[in-house]
C-alpha cells in the first residue's frame, strides 16, 4: 500500500522534526472529485466530524415538531462543544423541555474543554456532569428522537437500539454507502462509530449542501442543520476553536465539524461542495493545518478570511517563555 503524503510538517529551528501524513477529497453532489490528495477511498472512523448526519433523525422521526428544538439546540445537536455556560444552559433546556434530565444523558462526564469555564467549576467547588460532555447536544437531540418514536430512552447509545438505528439508516443515505458490523466501533460518548471511505464521507456533505440525490424530507433536513450550524458557530465549539473562528468568518458559506483523530469534514456551501480530511496519525493541530492549506486552495476566501486561514495553515511554536521556536505548517 502506498503511503500517503505529507501534508504537514513540523518545523523546529532549521529542521523539520515531524512530517504528518494525510488524505483528503472534495467532492460535488455528483459523486465527481473536484480535488484529492492520498488513500480517498480507505475507510475511516469519522468520529464527531458527522454530527450533522448524525441528527438527521431529530426531522425523520418528526422530533423537531413534538419538541419544537430551537435553533440553537438544533446547532447544539451538531457540536462538539466547550462545556460554556450557553452551552450547558442550551442542552439542560431541552432536557427539560422533554421532561428528561441530565441523569438521562448516556454520554459521560468530563470537565468542560474551555478553560475559562473549567476554573469557574472548579471554584464553585462543583463537578462536571454529563451536560459538560461536549457531545451533551447530540445525546439530547438523541433523546428527543427515542421520545418521538416512543422507545425507551434507557440505552439509547447501544448499537441495537431503534435511536442508533435511525442515525445508522441516515448516514447511509446521506454517503450513499453501507456502515457494515465488520468496521465498526465505539465512540468516546458510547455511541457507535463506523469506518467508510473519505470520498462517501465528502459526497455526503455535498449532498447536504445542495439537497441533491436526498428525498425532499432529507435534503430540507440537511438545509435546516447547517443553516443552525452556521448561524450559532459559538454553539458548535466554542470560544477560540477553530471551527466556531473559520464558520463565523465564512458568514454561512462553510460548514466545518472536527472529529478526533485528525479528522475535519465539511461543506463550501456555496460551490455545493463537500469535504472530509484526516490527518494519519491523528494529530489535530496538524489537521487543522491541513484542512487550512485545503481550503485556501478551493475556497476563494477573502481578504478576512485568508487571514485566519494563514494563521492555521503556519502555527507558531512555542517555548515556555513565549519565544517562536518552530512552526507547525500545511504543505
Known sequence: MTANPVLAETIRGNWVENRHRGAYAVVDADGRII?????IERPVFP???????????????????RFHHSEEELALACASHHGEDVHVATARGLLTRMGLSVADLECGAHMPTNATAREALRA??????ALHNNCSGKHSGMLSVALAMGVPTAGYVGREHDVQKAVRGAVEAVIGESLTEGKCGTDGCSIPTFAAPLRAFAFG???????????TE?????????????SHPHLVAGTGHADTLLMTAFKGRLMQKIGAEGVQCGAIRNKGWGYALKCD???????????????LKLANPDAEQKALLETLAHQPIKSVRGAKVGELRAC
Do not use: V
Request: glycine share 10%; aromatic share 4%.
Open 35 to 39: 480535488a484529492s490528495e492520498g488513500d
Open 47 to 65: 468520529r464527531s466530524a458527522i454530527k450533522s448526519m448524525q441528527a438527521l433523525p431529530i426531522f425523520a422521526r418528526h422530533a423537531d415538531e
Open 124 to 129: 464553585a467547588g462543583s463537578e462536571p456532569s
Open 205 to 215: 456533505f455535498a449532498r447536504m449542501a445542495t439537497g441533491k440525490g436526498l428525498s
Open 218 to 230: 432529507l435534503g430540507t433536513a440537511a438545509q435546516r442543520l447547517f443553516d443552525a450550524a452556521t
Open 281 to 295: 496519525d491523528g494529530n489535530i493541530a496538524a489537521s487543522q493545518a491541513m484542512l487550512a492549506g485545503m481550503l
